[in-house]
């Protein structure tokens, strides 16, 4: 008998007709058919930001926009960038996944920290949009130097005996 009713009800939903559509369905009981929404003012051009240049956002930055020296949403971008290829690294390394984040947070934040203290924006920006490790020595000298320090701290916390990887 349940397998009858189940049927039937299946034969019923697919040839009654359905006279809502989607849209209309949820639009809500105070929908204003009538609403215009009023023309749109000119915008700035949006840039391509799947581009060459990661930076291409500055562009279209409101013209009261705090301007200084290594911007937030660039900092906050490189550690994005840095955090992604350093957790695949201490991941290849077998690191485990509490260390490698924390690791990964020292390390990038080293690097920046030494580009800011170091380097005005204009040397780190070209170096982080080059493609190769020729292009980015000073990336290079201080990965190595952060690196350096993070396996020093990492070292301070290891007991004696432990063989575990860091």
């Not at 359905?18 to 949006?46: C, I, N, R």
């Amino acid at each position: 008998m349940k397998k009858f009713i189940i049927a039937i009800s299946c034969i019923l939903m697919t040839v009654t007709p359905v006279s809502l559509t989607y849209a209309d369905s949820h639009k809500g009981p105070d929908y204003d058919y009538d609403f215009a929404p009023e023309p749109k003012q000119e915008q700035k051009k949006v840039p391509n930001l799947k581009g060459r240049n990661p930076f291409e956002w500055q562009k279209i930055l409101p013209t009261d926009y705090p301007k200084v020296e290594y911007p937030t949403a660039m900092i906050g971008q490189f550690m994005n960038f840095c955090g992604t290829i350093m957790m695949q690294r201490f991941q290849y390394e077998n690191v485990q996944p509490q260390i490698a984040q924390a690791s990964s947070g020292f390390v990038c934040s080293c690097i920046m920290d030494s580009y800011r203290e170091n380097n005005a924006q204009a040397e780190f920006q070209f170096e982080f949009t080059r493609a190769t490790a020729k292009e980015v020595p000073l990336f290079t000298e201080y990965l190595n130097k952060c690196s350096s320090m993070n396996a020093q701290t990492l070292s301070l916390f290891k007991r004696p005996n432990q063989q575990t990887s860091f």
